[in-house]
C-alpha cells in the first residue's frame, strides 16, 4: 500500500511548485511516486486539437491514448471519489495528493503569508508538518521551508514507515 | 515523574508522524496503525518510558494530528 502524503494550501500558496520538486527529491531516492491532484474548480483542460480531446468533447465515457512513454486516461464521473484513485495508485511507494484538505489523510500545511497560515485552523486531522518561508512557531510539529525539498523527502520518508493512510 | 504512554488505534489515522519522531517508543502494526512498542509494551501502556526519551515523547504527542497518543504519569492498565 502507497503511503499518502497530503500538501494542503490556500490558491497560490506554493503546492505545486512544492511537489514538483519534492517529486523529483523522492525519485532520486529511488521511490516509485505517484501526484494526485485536486481540480476543485474544473480548470483541467486535454489539449487543444488533440485527437483525444476531440473524443472527450464528443461524449465519450472513457478515453485511453496509449503513447511511447506513457498511458493518458481520461473517464467521465459524476463524483469521484479520492478513495477509489488512490486504490488504483496503491502499487507504488508514495502518493503526493495536491489539494483535498477535507480529507483524512496526513497532511502537511502549505503557506506563504499569515493570512493563508488560516489553513492550520481547517485541517482536520490537524496537519503532522509545517512548509513555510515565515518564521513560524509550530506547537511541536516540524517547519520546513519550502527550498528544503530533501528535508522534506526524508520526513515523508520518516513518516512512510506506516506504509498506510 | 514516571511517565507511560499507549496509542489509540480507534483515532490513528496511520500518519507516520509519531514513529518518525519517537522511532524507540512508535512503531506500527500490519494495518500502518501506531503502537507503543517500548520494551515489548505491546500498546498497554504499562511499561515507564525513560526520562531521555521524554522529549521525544512529547514532541510526539505534541505532532499528532488526531490526538490518539495517550500519555500519563500511571500505567494506564
Known amino acids: 500500500m502507497a503511503y499518502c502524503m497530503g500538501f494542503a494550501g490556500f490558491s497560490d500558496s506554493g503546492k505545486t511548485t512544492l511537489i514538483v520538486k519534492v517529486l523529483e527529491e523522492l525519485r532520486r531516492r529511488g521511490h516509485r511516486v505517484a501526484v494526485l491532484k485536486h481540480d476543485g474548480h474544473g480548470h483541467y483542460k486535454e489539449a487543444k486539437g488533440a485527437d483525444s480531446t476531440a473524443f472527450v468533447e464528443a461524449g465519450a465515457d472513457a478515453v485511453v491514448t496509449i503513447s511511447p512513454d506513457g498511458v493518458h486516461v481520461y473517464e467521465k464521473k459524476e463524483a469521484p471519489d479520492l478513495q477509489e484513485q488512490l486504490a488504483n495508485l496503491a502499487h507504488y511507494d508514495l502518493v503526493l495528493i495536491e489539494g483535498f484538505k477535507k480529507d483524512k489523510h496526513p497532511k502537511v500545511a502549505v503557506f506563504r503569508t499569515i493570512e493563508q497560515s488560516r489553513i492550520l485552523e481547517e485541517l482536520d486531522p490537524a496537519p503532522i508538518g509545517i512548509i513555510t518561508d515565515l518564521a513560524f512557531e509550530s506547537g511541536g510539529i516540524p517547519v520546513f521551508r519550502p527550498d528544503e525539498p530533501q528535508a522534506i523527502s526524508e520526513f515523508v520518508e520518516f513518516c512512510s514507515k506506516a506504509r498506510q493512510y | ?77
Do not use: H, R, W
Open chain 2, 1 to 77: 515523574m514516571a511517565k507511560y504512554t499507549f496509542v489509540d488505534k480507534e483515532t490513528c489515522i496511520a500518519c507516520g508522524a509519531c514513529g518518525a519522531t519517537a522511532p524507540d517508543i512508535y512503531d506500527y502494526d500490519d494495518e500502518g496503525l501506531a503502537e507503543v512498542i517500548f520494551d515489548g509494551d505491546g500498546n498497554k501502556g504499562v511499561t515507564e518510558i525513560p526520562e531521555d526519551l521524554f522529549d521525544d515523547l512529547q514532541d510526539a504527542q505534541d505532532g499528532c494530528p488526531t490526538d490518539s497518543i495517550k500519555v500519563a504519569d500511571t500505567p494506564f492498565n
